[in-house]
């Protein structure tokens, strides 16, 4: 049998060669590392702070923080780079918008303790692959909560202010004197936003005895903001304890808020701490958690969320970050009624239930 080579359609014809892929995902995922880094590096060098006053050139940069001035400049170029500084010739290196309202200690949205404390204790992540084949860190955040979770309740306060403000603009106190329930307070961002909106308001702000100074602080330098410091200290009733055991008053409460606790919860505590809260709502009452949900479906826009999940299952001894329907059906069970779900700010989710 002959085959006639020239026809295209001839069965010998090769077949056409795969299309390789180029590495650019498996790049990025290396860079993500370094340019965590390179950030920290900023941050701990006080680079980004010697510009808050205006543009330097590299030698006078680098004199300022100590490093000569070749390191220096390939530094700051990597920040360029990153979008977080721009450069000309002439004047030197400056801040950019981003770098200036979230990366300068002072600012009123300040992210610098967050860009160090999100991740974690950092020592935890190498150990990562030997944690989810154990099931739990070998040493874990709530082991120490002293040791952690006050940075972390003062870092997430900036985002966690605006977030809180955003939501409290869309509900409404059922009574005259509502009261507001906050199990795990933190620095008492949403507590301090209901004290504000609703001047007739009480609050329980319930938080880690080894934290609570940190919730007791913040309602005590609100003297320079919307709520005077005595009336809001007056209104407010802090209790150092575990939320799982606090005594919580019985179909009291006009707003239960589980602000960033559920994902450190094991399933089962989750679930426990959306019936507690439940129980203390009367009837018309809200629960307001605010989270990062696992998407039902991974993409891109996803990332940060299951990274996140990843971030509690490597520090602490919780099941990480829950799906949605999850939480409403926790909700269902201890008799809420599933409502709204906002994004007040990009990246932040809240959501809310009812009590018939």
Excluded at 60 to 69: K, R, S
Excluded at 248 to 277: F, K, M, N, T, Y
């Amino acid at each position: 049998m002959s085959v006639d080579l020239s026809d295209p359609s001839s069965s010998t014809e090769a077949a056409a060669e795969p299309v390789v892929p180029g590495p650019a995902p498996v790049w990025e995922v290396i860079h993500g590392f370094t340019r965590y880094w390179a950030v920290v590096a900023a941050l701990d060098l006080g680079l980004l702070e010697q510009l808050a006053a205006g543009p330097r050139p590299a030698s006078v940069l680098a004199v300022a923080v100590g490093v000569d001035e070749h390191r220096t400049a390939l530094l700051a170029d990597t920040l360029v780079a990153l979008g977080l500084l721009t450069h000309e010739p002439a004047v030197g290196y400056r801040l950019s918008a981003v770098a200036a309202t979230y990366l300068l200690a002072g600012a009123p949205r300040t992210m610098v303790a967050l860009v160090r404390g999100a991740p974690g204790p950092h020592e935890r992540w190498p150990e990562l692959a030997r944690t989810l084949r154990r099931g739990a860190p070998a040493v874990r955040i709530e082991d120490d909560p002293g040791g952690f979770y006050p940075a972390l309740a003062s870092a997430t306060a900036p985002v966690q202010r605006q977030v809180a403000r955003a939501v409290v603009d869309t509900l409404s106190p059922i009574g005259p004197d509502p009261l507001v329930i906050d199990l795990g307070a933190g620095a008492a961002p949403w507590t301090l936003a209901f004290l504000t909106a609703w001047p007739r308001a009480r609050a329980l702000a319930v938080e880690l005895p080894e934290v609570v100074a940190v919730t007791e602080g913040a309602i005590a330098a609100v003297g320079d903001a919307a709520v005077d410091a005595v009336r809001a200290g007056a209104r407010v009733r802090v209790v150092a304890g575990d939320y799982h055991q606090v005594e919580l008053p019985d179909a009291a409460a006009d707003v239960v808020v589980l602000g960033h606790v559920l994902r450190a919860e094991s399933v089962a505590g989750a679930r426990r701490l959306v019936a507690r809260a439940a129980a203390a709502l009367r009837p018309g009452g809200t629960l307001v958690v605010a989270d990062y949900p696992r998407p039902e479906v991974p993409t891109a826009p996803s990332t940060p969320a299951l990274l996140m999940g990843l971030t509690m299952l490597a520090s602490t001894g919780g099941d990480g970050v829950f799906r949605v329907a999850d939480l409403h059906g926790w909700m269902r069970a201890a008799g809420l009624e599933p409502a709204a779900t906002l994004q007040p700010l990009p990246g932040q989710t809240v959501m809310t239930a009812r009590r018939p």
